[in-house]
C-alpha cells in the first residue's frame, strides 16, 4: 500500500493501516522522544501520545513536508512539554538578558571526539542551551523551527545556539586535553 | 584537520538506537482503542442497520402470517362496523392466484402494521375516523372489484384497479399520519407558546 493510500486509511479510522503506520515510524519516534526524555517509560509515552494526537489530526496533515518529519515535530512538541511538565523551568529563558550575538560559522572540533562525546556533553550543558543545541545539532531544525517549538524568538534560538556551541567547543577542548595529556 | 561538529552529528543517525520495550504495540492498541474508539461506534451503527432491517423484515413476515392464519382479506382494524361475512364476497382473486395472493398481503400487511401504530387520542379522533370511513369504501370497492371480476374473468383492468385500490389505502394512510404528526408538532409549539 503507497504511503499517501495508508494515511487516507488512517483518515478513515482504519486501525489496520493506523497500526501499519506506528509500526513503520514508532522506532524511529521513540528514539527521538528518547533523546529528550532519557527515559524508556516517558519516551513511549511521548510517542505513543503523538502518534495518537497524529491520528486524531491527520486533516491537518497537507503532504507539503513527509509524514515522518510532520510526526517527528508532534513528538518533539510532546517530549518538551512533558520536559516542561516534570520542571516547570527547564525551558524558562529570560530573554532580556540575552543580547544578540554575532554568529560564527566556526564548528570545528578536534579530530578524535565522537559522537558519543558529543552527546554526552551536550546533556551536561545547561538546559537553556542543551535543549536548542540538541534541536539544532542533533534533530536539525533552523532557527525558525527552534523558535515555534520552544516559544521564543529566533533571535533566541541564534543565540542560545551560538553559546551553546561555544561552551560545547571548550568543554570539548578540555576533554580532548585531559584524556590526551 | 579539525572535523565539522554539525557534519559529525549529521552521522548520528548510524548510532545505535535503544529498542523499544517489549509489548509496545499492544500497548498502544488499548490506547488508541481508548482514545479513538470510532471504529467501534461505525460498528455499533452497522449492528444497527442490520438490527433495523430484520425488524421489518420480521414485522413484514409477521403480519403476512397473521394474514395468511386468518384468510380473510379484510382489514380486522378497519370496521368498528360488524365484520362483512365472507359468504358475501365469494371469490377473490387473491383466491385463485397466489401471485396476486402475495400483492394483497403484502399491502394489506403493510397497512395493518400502519394501523396498528396509530395512537387514538380525543383530539385526533376525529380525523381518524374520517379516514377509518374512506379506508372502508375502498374495502366495499375493492369488494365490488373482485365481484365484478368474478363475473367478466381475469383481465387487466380489474386487476389493475385492484392493486390501485390497495395503493390508495396505503396513500390515504401516510396522509394520515403526516396529519397527526402535524397535529402533535402544532400542539406542541400552542403548549410552548402558552409556556412563553
Partial sequence: MLQTELIEACRQNDRKAQMKLYNKYCDAMYYVAFRFLKNSFEAEEAMQESFIQAFIKLHQFTGEVTFGAWLKRIVINKSIDMLKAKKLNVIAINEQTLGTVEEDNNWNINDEITIDQVKNEIEELPERYKYPMMLFLIEGYDHDEISEILGITSVSSRTLVHRGKKKLQQKLKHLYHGTGS | ?196
Fill in chain 2, 1 to 196: 584537520m579539525a572535523q565539522d561538529l554539525r557534519e559529525l552529528m549529521n552521522q548520528e543517525k548510524y548510532a545505535q538506537r535503544p529498542k523499544l520495550a517489549k509489548g509496545h504495540e499492544n500497548r498502544f492498541l488499548s490506547r488508541l482503542a481508548e482514545e479513538i474508539p470510532e471504529d467501534k461506534k461505525s460498528n455499533s451503527y452497522l449492528w444497527m442497520k442490520i438490527a433495523a432491517v430484520l425488524v421489518v423484515v420480521l414485522a413484514t413476515s409477521f403480519f403476512m402470517k397473521e394474514q395468511f392464519i386468518t384468510t380473510s382479506s379484510e382489514v380486522p382494524m378497519l370496521t368498528n362496523t360488524p365484520k362483512e361475512s365472507p359468504s358475501i364476497t365469494p371469490v377473490y382473486l387473491s383466491d385463485v392466484s397466489p401471485q396476486f395472493k402475495k400483492i394483497e398481503d403484502y399491502y394489506l400487511g403493510n397497512i395493518n402494521a400502519e394501523l396498528a401504530q396509530l395512537t387514538i387520542t380525543k383530539d385526533n379522533k376525529e380525523l381518524i375516523d374520517s379516514f377509518m370511513l374512506q379506508l372502508e369504501e375502498l374495502d366495499k370497492e375493492y369488494t365490488r372489484l373482485n365481484e365484478e371480476m368474478d363475473e367478466t374473468g381475469v383481465n387487466e383492468a380489474v386487476v389493475n384497479s385492484l392493486i390501485n385500490n390497495l395503493e390508495l389505502r396505503v396513500g390515504l394512510l401516510s396522509k394520515l399520519k403526516n396529519k397527526l404528526g402535524e397535529m402533535k408538532q402544532a400542539s406542541k409549539e400552542s403548549i410552548q407558546g402558552v409556556k412563553i
